[in-house]
């Protein structure tokens, strides 16, 4: 494999993982904009974006650029999230110059009226539909309140009413400020022409308009407490926690997941023999979630109602244990066994690639293979853990209850 890269004249930058051995070809556009770049009033703008872009172009109608993703027999898909929005797809190597041509054209859409209407009532009954489907809407919630006015805590499908009240202008306003080239990457993966893909993309790309897309990264003022939020016709009780974790900008964010991995993994974690063996809840886990300047430690216990109260005091237990006591070093190596077999076994599918290589460049981190990366993880020491599991703790989390139970004696 061969990594190779290119900043085109008006800030656009190419990064490709070149294998001459892979059968397909994955290009993915990766935009510095979510949620977290939102402003008041416009909830929502950046995943609704993301479905406009794919309702036409000047060059292409909606329907052409699903029929021609069709004929190429591609795997694609857009996506967004708090501090990123990702056009993707996967395809045969002779489709290459198709594919970006395509990408590339819909990195300019028409963002059309008429379109803007119709698609607004679709993302709007996205949100209803997400409510409705467990934790309902516990996610964003607990984000939210743990968040609080700090941009993280923003939804990102939006409200009902931040959507309905979207107008046209304010989105063609938010990507004149969001998809400057200076503020995206081309990401590429497997079978590539690198010479050639640079030929193209300097041609559907090159004419673009570069203008600056600043991101203002401030520190969260983190909130604990408790919530309930009251779902009498839910079957389960979703217990969700969140405290204060490792950042991306943060030295200790690998050993953070090795912990997160020994504590709440889904299989042989010390939640797994704790609620899932035990039968004491459906699913448990423990997640590591690092953004710029930002960080969250999340737990999610499903159960039954009747056993709420009990699990959220048995987390808080297993977390006390693990901080002062620590983990063992066997416990050590099958967490970095696992990581690292997750990691290999990942890499051997080209968009796993090409999406490693777009979001270390969303990190500002510079590249690293799938070795190198499990590597890192290799090097990460006990000492190193046990620190991490004694910084990110559920001392004092937020903690969100969804579901049908009401009567909460002990949070």
Known sequence: ????????????????????????????????????????????????????????????????????????????????????????????????????????????????????????????????????????????????????????????????????????????SYFEQRYSPSNMVLAAAGKIDFDKLVDDVERHCGRWKSFPAERTCPAPDYRSGFVSMHKPNSVQQYLLQMAPGATLQSE???????????????????????????????????????????????????CDPSKAEENLERAKKLFNQAASEGVTEKELAM??????????????????RMFSVGTQWLNDQPFKTPAQIAEVYENVTLDEVNAALQKYHMRSPMTLAVGPKEDWLAV
């Open 1 to 172: 494999m061969e990594y190779r890269q290119h900043r085109l004249a008006n800030g656009l930058e190419i990064h490709a993982e070149c294998n001459d051995l892979a059968y397909t070809s994955g290009f993915g556009f990766f935009v510095k904009a979510g949620s977290r770049d939102e402003t008041d009033g416009i909830g929502g703008v950046s995943h609704f974006l993301e479905h406009m872009v794919f309702k036409g172009t000047p060059n292409r109608t909606a329907a052409e650029v699903n029929l021609q993703l069709d004929e190429m027999g591609s795997a694609s898909n857009a996506r967004t999230g708090e501090e990123s929005t990702i056009y993707h797809a996967s395809v045969l190597p002779e489709f290459q110059s198709d594919v970006v041509a395509l990408l590339s054209d819909i990195m300019r859409p028409s963002l059309r009226l008429e379109d803007f209407e119709t698609e607004k009532k679709v993302i709007v009954e996205e949100i209803m539909m997400y409510a409705d489907q467990p934790p309902y809407g516990g996610y964003e919630r607990i984000m939210e309140e743990f968040y609080g006015d700090h941009p993280m805590g923003q939804s990102v499908l939006g409200t009902v009413d931040s959507v309905t009240g979207l107008t046209p202008e304010a989105m063609r």
């Open 252 to 302: 200790d964010r690998y050993a953070a997941r090795v912990a997160t991995t020994i504590m709440g993994d889904d299989a042989g974690s010390r939640f797994y023999w704790e609620f899932l063996d035990s039968g004491l809840a459906e699913s448990a886990g423990v997640g590591s979630y690092e953004h710029l300047g930002c960080g969250s430690l999340m737990t999610v216990i499903c």
């Open 335 to 352: 967490a970095k066994r696992k990581i690292a077999s997750h990691i290999l076994l990942a890499s051997e599918r080209t968009d796993t």
